[in-house]
């Protein structure tokens, strides 16, 4: 039987958690140690759990997430509360609050704390994800975004939102084994994700840029050093890639949610195509989208007057009697013009 003493950095671990259920895992995420109300939350006794690889008590959509938390985590550093989902069965979810801890003198094990107790259910679905990282896409970015800040207000949190460029990360990946580059991406949504002020409010903006909401008092620096110096440990060549971030206030209050969300939109679309924010604050990135909003009208304006496009007409005929069913109008725009798309005009024969 161990000792107490043997006992103590589970006992510290727990001491610090108030939580429900500890479990001490290895690198591998394999479960070493349980102790807690293990059955109510995993319909497993404790003894059940030695030796079971953690990520199958995760629900499938939240394991990467997981794995990169574990895989990242650094002696020293905790992580936490965070809202995540357990497989109570193949068809049943439900949410726990989790933390993780790695002990300075303990870097070859992770605790692990689990809680029915502070789980923030979000109000709505958080909206589609990239397949590959499980983080959000960007056309739901702009409203988890807005419904995050709500929810600071309310608590009165000052939060915050960074852009992140990882310049050369599909190179970096390209580089590494199939399984290192799907760890490479894990790790950097679950560092991401742990960071967010809701464990949510991520979303991947395109293959290398990324933005999330999070905590005023979290600085910009540190994330981009944390983020290079992960790029860095998982290059084969231990170059690393350059890590850019660029911080948007949110502070503005006059801002209607229909306005804030539209800004944000803008910010992030143009962030994700040219790795710059058009603003250093939401008052200032709507202005710089009317104005450019302005530009574009005026250069239509110079296309019509100009005729730089052409119509091209063609007849939409029925198969059975070779008759026209209706005509097709199409105008197309000389290439360099304002306009992405070619217009479709259609009339009905009589």
């Known amino acids: 039987m161990m000792s107490l003493t043997s006992h103590l950095p589970r006992l510290l671990a727990f001491s610090f958690a108030g939580a429900d259920l500890l479990l001490e895992m290895d690198r591998t995420a394999v479960v070493r140690f349980a102790a807690g109300a293990a059955e109510s939350l995993t319909g497993q006794r404790e003894t059940q759990l030695i030796g079971q690889s953690f990520e199958d008590l995760i629900a499938p959509e939240d394991r990467a997430f997981v794995r990169g938390l574990i895989s990242g985590l650094g002696g020293g550093e905790r992580i936490g509360p965070l809202t995540v989902?357990?497989?109570?069965?193949?068809?049943?979810?439900?949410?726990?609050?989790?933390?993780?801890?790695c002990l300075p003198d303990s870097e070859s094990l992770v605790?692990?704390?689990?809680?029915?107790?502070g789980v923030q259910t979000p109000a709505v679905p958080v909206g589609p994800r990239d397949p590959e990282s499980q983080l959000l896409q960007g056309t739901a970015f702009p409203r988890a975004v807005d419904r995050a800040l709500r929810q600071a207000r309310e608590l009165d949190q000052p939060v915050s939102m960074t852009l992140l460029d990882l310049e050369?990360?599909?190179?970096?990946?390209?580089?590494?084994?199939?399984?290192?580059?799907?760890?490479?991406?894990?790790?950097?949504?679950?560092?991401?994700?742990?960071?967010?002020?809701?464990?949510?409010?991520?979303?991947?903006?395109?293959?290398?840029?990324?933005g999330l909401v999070h905590r005023s008092s979290l600085v910009a620096q540190d994330l981009t050093r944390r983020l290079a110096d992960t790029l860095r440990k998982a290059?084969?060549?231990?170059?690393?890639?350059?890590?850019?971030?660029?911080?948007?206030?949110?502070?503005?209050?006059?801002?209607?949610?229909?306005?804030?969300?539209?800004?944000?939109?803008?910010?992030?679309?143009?962030?994700?195509?040219?790795?710059?924010?058009?603003?250093?604050?939401?008052?200032?990135?709507?202005?710089?989208?009317?104005?450019?909003?302005?530009?574009?009208?005026?250069?239509?304006?110079?296309?019509?007057?100009?005729?730089?496009?052409?119509?091209?007409?063609?007849?939409?005929?029925?198969?059975?009697?070779?008759?026209?069913?209706?005509?097709?109008?199409?105008?197309?725009?000389?290439?360099?013009?304002?306009?992405?798309?070619?217009?479709?005009s259609r009339r009905t024969s009589d």
């Open 85 to 101: 989902r357990l497989a109570v069965s193949e068809s049943e979810r439900c949410q726990a609050t989790l933390g993780l801890c």
């Open 168 to 210: 050369g990360l599909g190179q970096l990946r390209a580089r590494l084994t199939e399984g290192g580059g799907r760890a490479l991406l894990d790790r950097i949504s679950g560092f991401l994700r742990a960071r967010a002020v809701d464990g949510q409010t991520v979303a991947r903006l395109s293959e290398e840029r990324f």
């Open 235 to 344: 290059d084969p060549n231990g170059e690393g890639l350059p890590v850019r971030g660029a911080v948007l206030s949110l502070q503005d209050r006059d801002l209607e949610s229909a306005d804030m969300i539209r800004a944000i939109a803008y910010a992030t679309d143009r962030f994700a195509s040219s790795g710059h924010i058009p603003g250093e604050d939401l008052p200032s990135v709507i202005e710089s989208s009317v104005r450019e909003t302005l530009q574009r009208m005026e250069d239509f304006r110079q296309v019509l007057a100009q005729r730089r496009f052409r119509f091209l007409y063609q007849p939409i005929v029925r198969l059975a009697d070779r008759r026209p069913e209706h005509f097709e109008l199409l105008v197309r725009f000389e290439e360099g013009g304002p306009l992405k798309r070619n217009w479709i």
């Open 111 to 117: 605790h692990c704390t689990l809680s029915m107790r």
